[in-house]
């Protein structure tokens, strides 16, 4: 497909980018992981997709999130957060922390969602590795004062932890099949150009393959698959951090459990690229203008999570959680006569909800420790597809 070209500045941000990347791939002897790669396409100080000046969400960027197509969806979270909270014995202080809060719009509709139904909230705290997204978040929410920005992981936290499209972002590596068994995609370097080599898999990659991947002996030689061994981590670090306190985790994004992950159908990976509202998928074009991610495996999340001693305490599609969660009630407090002020939101709810758009594609995970589900949502439990 023909993608746009970019302006003079972000073509040359792209070309300093390459040639730092290229600049490690020497001094690594010719050869770097895919993750790694993908790392540094993202997150390279001042030069990465999310590190860069760039716009990356709504109209004006790469792609849109359910936060961008409705503040139902924030006031959804905001319900099943209250819910969550109030349904914990002993009470659980009610903090929010996100994960990556994109413009900050997730954020402000929750608070807003808050305030409307006189929810008290003791603090909203930020988790952001992008200085551009983190200023205009600041921006967005200079109206709150409990809202603040935190460098990494807390060592504990009680209350509800929100992470909206993360861990899609989280550097993947990539592996094929070949003569039955699993070989290493790295990046390297052909006729000034980034391309793959095979290599064998070290011991922590084979081990995270064969806990991952159920039956890989039934795929075919080239399948090309993503390891999730940075996400897993993320994980982990979750769960200590929810395990020195109490609370849940509620996380959002696009993919699969495992037996629907890892399938024939999907012989080339689920890795894709966004840019200028277009998918396509090549990691290698333009570095640092384009947005990479990879399907998450809810599987391996929620093993990672348990591994960690969280509880699994609900996975489902979004559209019964954002159901259970009462969006179609929060719609209606939008006279439906009022056509002008009705019909867009509805069409908006619908595009969360359906299952040709958002509602199926997109899954969420819920953990937790010491939390308990409202049965609204509890009721909408599908964690045995896990």
């Not at 920005?149 to 009680?158: N, S, V």
């Not at 159901?323 to 619908?350: H, K």
Request: charged share 20%; glycine share 10%; with cysteine.
């Amino acid at each position: 497909m023909s993608l746009p070209e970019p302006d003079k500045d972000a073509l040359a941000a792209s070309h300093a980018l390459q040639n730092a990347i290229a600049a490690e791939i020497e001094q690594a002897g010719g050869a770097i992981s895919f993750a790694r790669f993908m790392e540094l396409a993202l997150y390279a100080p001042n030069l990465g997709y999310y590190s860069g000046g760039a716009a990356k969400l709504g109209r004006d960027g790469d792609f849109t999130t359910a936060p961008e197509i409705t503040p139902l969806f924030g006031a959804a979270l905001a319900r099943a957060a209250s819910a969550i909270i109030a349904q914990s014995a002993p009470p659980i202080p009610f903090h929010i922390l996100e994960f990556g809060a994109g413009t900050g719009k997730l954020a402000r509709d929750v608070l807003a969602a808050l305030a409307v139904d006189g929810v008290e909230l003791a603090s909203y705290s930020i988790i952001e590795l992008s200085g551009e997204l983190r200023a205009r978040q600041q921006e967005a929410l200079k109206d709150f004062p409990q809202v603040r920005w935190l460098d990494g992981f807390p060592a504990a936290f009680e209350g509800v932890v929100l992470a909206n499209e993360v861990l899609d972002a989280m550097p993947v590596q990539l592996v094929t099949r070949s003569g039955g068994g699993w070989r290493e995609l790295m990046v390297t370097i052909e006729n000034g150009a980034f391309c793959h080599m095979e290599q064998a898999p070290d011991a922590a990659l084979a081990a995270q393959l064969e806990r991952q991947v159920p039956d890989a002996h039934a795929l075919p030689d080239g399948y090309v698959t993503e390891v999730h061994a940075v996400a897993c981590g993320f994980m982990a670090s979750l769960a200590a951090m929810l395990g020195a306190g109490r609370g849940a985790a509620i996380l959002f994004d696009y993919g699969f459990p495992a037996h629907e992950y890892y399938v024939d159908q999907r012989v080339g990976g689920t890795l894709m690229c966004h840019y200028r509202h277009r998918a396509h998928p090549d990691p290698f074009f333009l570095p640092g203008l384009q947005d990479i991610t990879a399907h998450v495996d809810f599987t391996a999340m929620a093993l990672a999570a348990q591994d960690g001693g969280l509880d699994v305490l609900a996975y489902m599609n979004q559209a019964a959680f954002l159901l259970g969660a009462g969006i179609g009630e929060l719609l209606l407090r939008t006279d439906p006569q009022d056509a002008l002020r009705y019909l867009p939101q509805a069409n908006a709810v619908q595009k969360l909800l359906s299952p040709a758009e958002m509602g199926e594609l997109f899954k969420v995970l819920v953990l937790g420790r010491g939390a308990t589900l409202p049965p609204a949502l509890a009721r909408a439990d599908r964690s045995h597809r896990l």
